[in-house]
């Protein structure tokens, strides 16, 4: 089992910027991608972007891409999401899953373990 933890959520204004971590912990050696997905109020949830292990490789979301990076500390087993140019729709609760597979993919079925989630709110 792969435990994870989310943190840096918080308030924002729009506009600004926030990162958030997530630290995995247990049997990190199973891991070979990390994902970010977040559910907003009365919505689905939706993958944002994946991150492989191996090469640093990455996959994003369209709307995403040049607002959001994803990046990792392998040291630490932690995955970060860098997020900037914030708007009031990205508020969410956002989290951070793993897979075993190795090829990145947005979809929900190729994760195997997930976080609690951390808010973000974005005020106007």
């Known amino acids: 089992q792969v435990q994870l933890v989310e943190s840096g959520g918080g308030l924002v204004q729009a506009g600004g910027s926030l990162r958030l971590s997530c630290a995995a912990s247990g049997r990190t050696f199973r891991i070979n991608a990390m994902g970010w997905f977040r559910r907003a109020p009365g919505k689905e949830r939706e993958f944002l972007a994946a991150l492989r292990w191996s090469d640093s490789d990455t996959y994003y979301r369209d709307f995403v891409k040049g607002r959001f990076t994803i990046s990792r500390d392998n040291a630490k087993s932690t995955v970060y999401l860098q997020m900037n140019s914030l708007k009031p729709e990205d508020t969410a609760v956002y989290y951070c899953?793993?897979?075993?597979?190795?090829?990145?993919?947005?979809?929900?079925?190729?994760?195997?373990?997930w976080g609690p989630g951390t808010q973000v709110t974005v005020s106007s």
């Open positions: 899953a793993t897979s075993t597979a190795v090829i990145l993919s947005g979809s929900e079925a190729r994760y195997d373990s």
